[in-house]
């Protein structure tokens, strides 16, 4: 995730943001990244020994974690040993990003102006916000609405009555009517009395050749992006939430959910009304039959349907 376009971020030192840790080393936090992509003076979290790999490689400065876990972490890295690593992890990411945990109006929108956007065609009651790009020969459909700093690649097309925020899309695209895309996810931290609200900072990336069908949503990443993979086809009414990420040369059949922060391989084929938990790992060559229900990670050129889901040919022993 490349320094982040969408949310302002506010100057505050480590100290300030956990005041009850005494013995950190103060500086001034340029960003809150997951592990993998996490650099010097940045935070980052680790909450479950699934993370292990990427925790042993991390380069973060400091990572929120808690006593079970934090050997993995390399010695460099200093350790915010808390009980609640993703309550932490949202207040911090309150601190840095103060507007994160909301979608505020764009109070910027207006319509386009057609001497900056000579190349692109707009329907009717179209509204851009500040800083948007749009390629050439793209088309944006009637009633559609482009949030400020998005951008369109060339030759793409946005339907009716689309909603896109928080989005950086490639080349050839197309989205047709009536999707939602880079809006806050559905996540919250449970407490006695209330929901602590988890700020959402990343972004939603479609690379090149993507098309997604009507009434599909698409929810930005939390704290890594929710990203769409080249020449990957969406059929109507898929749901794909927080940090998402779906391979290239994939076919996603109508109605399937996809939870958070699970990862798709490349040439994954889905059918209808599938549901895929979240923070699994799903290989390459998969296929997935309508109407299953993926509880566990699924290896390359599995074949697997069923509730819970299991191989093709099991599956088809026990239901004959």
């Not at 949030?147 to 009716?160: F, T």
């Not at 909603?163 to 989205?175: H, L, P, Y």
């Not at 931290?189 to 698409?218: M, Q, R, W």
């Not at 958070?260 to 059918?271: A, P, Q």
């Amino acid at each position: 995730m490349i320094k982040n376009i969408f949310f302002k971020k506010k100057n505050i030192n480590l100290k300030k943001i956990f005041p009850e840790k005494k013995n950190l080393r103060n500086f001034l936090v340029k960003d809150i990244k997951p592990l993998h992509l996490a650099n010097k003076n940045e935070i980052s979290f680790f909450d479950s020994i699934a993370y292990k790999e990427a925790a042993e490689k991390t380069k973060a400065s400091v990572c929120i974690t808690n006593k079970k876990i934090e050997k993995f972490l390399p010695k460099k890295t200093e350790k915010i040993i808390v009980n609640n690593v993703l309550y932490e992890l949202a207040k911090a990411i309150k601190a840095v990003y103060p507007f994160s945990d909301l979608d505020l109006n764009d109070n910027s929108l207006t319509k386009p102006k057609k001497n900056f956007y000579k190349n692109v065609s707009f329907g009717n009651n179209v509204l851009i916000g500040k800083n948007v790009i749009i390629g050439k020969n793209s088309e944006i459909g009637s009633n559609s609405i482009i949030e400020s700093n998005v951008k369109i690649g060339k030759n793409s097309i946005i339907g009716y009555g689309s909603i896109i925020r928080n989005t950086i899309i490639g080349e050839n695209v197309v989205i047709q009517d009536n999707c939602k895309i880079g809006q806050k996810g559905f996540g919250f931290i449970p407490l006695n009395k209330k929901n602590y609200k988890f700020p959402h900072i990343g972004k939603v990336v479609i690379k090149d050749n993507v098309e997604i069908a009507s009434g599909c949503t698409i929810d930005r990443g939390s704290v890594d992006d929710t990203i769409i993979g080249e020449n990957t086809y969406i059929d109507n009414q898929v749901h794909i939430a927080h940090n998402v990420q779906i391979g290239s040369n994939c076919m996603i059949a109508g109605q399937v959910g996809f939870a958070g922060s699970s990862k798709l391989g490349n040439n994954v084929k889905i059918g209808g009304q599938a549901g895929i938990s979240g923070h699994l790992k799903i290989g390459n060559n998969v296929k997935i039959g309508g109407g299953s229900g993926v509880v566990k990670d699924v290896n390359d050129n599995e074949i697997i349907m069923g509730y819970p889901a299991k191989p093709l040919k099991e599956f088809l022993k026990r239901n004959k």
